[in-house]
């Protein structure tokens, strides 16, 4: 696969087999709706799997980017595509990464208890588990997203997100076959 945009635009990463990877075009709308340039801003990627998503963030001058992927093969994959990609060399030049080969919800927790904060959370969970539904109201349940942040899921069709969650509010849905993409916008409480 590839990265669709920024400054590592058509620099090949990796790919685990046997995982549903985020197309490209669901990536190009997310970061088409969200901007092409992240400067300044926090991105957390839950799920991660390749870490395709975060990479794109990485690419459009995220700030710092937290990949987060339970699958130890996936993890690694994702460090090998840092390492590929030479993005760790970039750590110089104000751009935090980290790679955390931890369970999401368990992290999302953890990440409050240390008070980190996040301008857009990413989560593609595997389907038919009901995961996007948990993950939105993890995301929502814990202080670790900005007063004025993004949460972005990727998940199945047949799987009904509400409209509002907490403080966070629909702003886009979009349908890409069997996945859609739902985005929701926190406001200041």
Avoid at 52 to 74: P, W
Avoid at 99 to 109: G, H, M
């Amino acid at each position: 696969m590839k990265i669709i945009g920024g400054k590592f635009r058509g620099r090949n990463f990796f790919m685990p087999k046997k995982i549903r990877p985020t197309p490209d075009v669901i990536r190009k709308a997310v970061f088409d709706i969200m901007g092409q340039d992240l400067t300044g801003l926090s991105f957390l990627d839950l799920f991660a799997g390749s870490g395709a998503v975060g990479l794109e963030a990485i690419s459009r001058n995220a700030r710092y980017v937290v990949f987060v992927e339970k699958d130890s093969r996936c993890h690694e994959i994702i460090g090998e595509n840092l390492a590929t990609l030479q993005i760790n060399a970039y750590t110089d030049s104000g751009i935090a990464l980290r790679s955390l080969n931890a369970d999401a919800f368990a992290t999302v927790k953890q990440l409050e208890k240390k008070g980190e904060r996040f301008d857009i959370a990413f989560a593609d969970p595997p389907y038919y588990r009901e995961l996007a539904k948990k993950a939105l109201k993890a995301l929502c349940a814990y202080d670790i997203l900005q007063p004025v942040s993004y949460i972005i899921l990727q998940h199945d069709k047949r799987e009904g997100l509400p409209e509002h969650e907490g403080r966070f509010s629909v702003i886009k849905k979009r349908k890409y076959g069997a996945s859609h993409v739902t985005i929701y916008q926190g406001k200041k409480s």
